[in-house]
């Protein structure tokens, strides 16, 4: 049996620590379909060309890259249709576009367990415009797990949150600056930076190095974080008959 896990670059695993092929202990083979910068859109055309065969579960890991899309300054360019979605993202059209995900699934795979993950905060700060929206859009995942008993919520935003909250040393970076925090330069060096020194600066130091605690680049995880999404997808699993 398989386990189908959608969404961005954070399943993906190529800008950040990797954790999603670790799922493999729960002894599923795990099927990774994560595309950097999608958003739900994006998602929506991929599964309709997937052919795999029924999956015991599925989860879903997006939603970041919508609210990015949500933002006046991140419209245009990489940060909007090239994203693989619209460039006018709102909490009312991922709830429309969330539906019409979900919808599709049960159309191509009935009635499967899906474990639904919140967004995670962006940053260090969690009192910012960017995260004020992101909770907007985690209220509509809310609203979605509870219509279907099918559905489960990963809860990312919780521990990670704590896991800001823990950061004291950290340097005081620009995370209400949209075009600070998310910035394609920096993820790129940071990302050829771990992979040149094949591993020797982990990306828990390259990210501390410049600020960041909670991820390596202020958008994907480090070692830290992602060790938490690790543990709350394998304890979703464990519950599955």
């Known amino acids: 049996m398989s386990l189908l896990v959608l969404g961005t670059s954070l399943v993906a695993g190529t800008l950040g620590a990797p954790w999603v092929d670790k799922l493999d202990k729960s002894g599923l083979k795990i099927l990774n379909y994560g595309i950097n910068g999608v958003q739900l859109p994006g998602i929506i055309e991929q599964v309709k060309t997937l052919q795999i065969e029924k999956p015991k579960a599925i989860v879903i890991v997006a939603g970041g890259n919508d609210v990015y899309a949500s933002f006046p300054e991140l419209k245009q360019g990489v940060f909007g249709n090239g994203r693989k979605g619209r460039p006018d993202s709102s909490p009312e ?10 919808s599709l699934l049960s159309e191509m795979y009935g009635e499967v367990p899906i474990g639904i993950g919140n967004i995670k905060p962006i940053g260090e700060q969690l009192d910012t415009n960017l995260n004020d929206q992101l909770r907007a859009f985690n209220g509509v995942i809310d609203e979605i797990i509870c219509t279907k008993s099918n559905y489960s919520l990963l809860d990312f935003y919780t521990p990670l ?4 909250r823990q950061n004291n040393l950290a340097v005081k970076i620009e995370s209400d600056n949209l075009t600070f925090m998310i910035n394609p330069s920096r993820m790129i060096y940071i990302y050829s930076l771990y992979k040149l020194t094949l591993g020797y600066y982990s990306y828990d130091s390259i990210g501390d190095a410049r600020g960041f605690y909670c991820t390596c680049d202020g958008s994907h995880f480090n070692e830290r974080s992602a060790a938490i999404a690790l543990k709350i997808v394998l304890d979703y699993l464990s519950t599955l008959k």
């Open 161 to 164: 949150s704590d896991l800001c």
């Open 93 to 102: 059209e991922f709830k429309i576009e969330m539906l019409e995900l979900l």
